[in-house]
């Protein structure tokens, strides 16, 4: 099979072909493309799980440094 071959039913043409899965994030409330779900802990009692764009989580994540 050729890479332009749509009609192809093996994996990776079904996962290109794929439209990306949207919701409405927990960080901006807009709909867009989820990134991950992610936990937001507001206290040791009240947390929040949802999905989490593109956007916010370059935008929230922190880089890990050894040390």
């Not at 493309?33 to 764009?53: A, L, W």
């Amino acid at each position: 099979m050729a890479w332009y071959n749509i009609n192809s039913q093996d994996k990776i043409t079904a996962e290109t072909l794929e439209k990306p899965n949207t919701a409405r994030c927990i960080f901006c409330s807009r709909e867009k493309p989820v990134h991950t779900i992610q936990k937001i802990y507001f206290s040791d009692f009240e947390m929040n799980e949802g999905p989490m764009c593109k956007e916010c989580h370059h935008e929230h994540a922190k880089k890990a440094i050894a040390s």
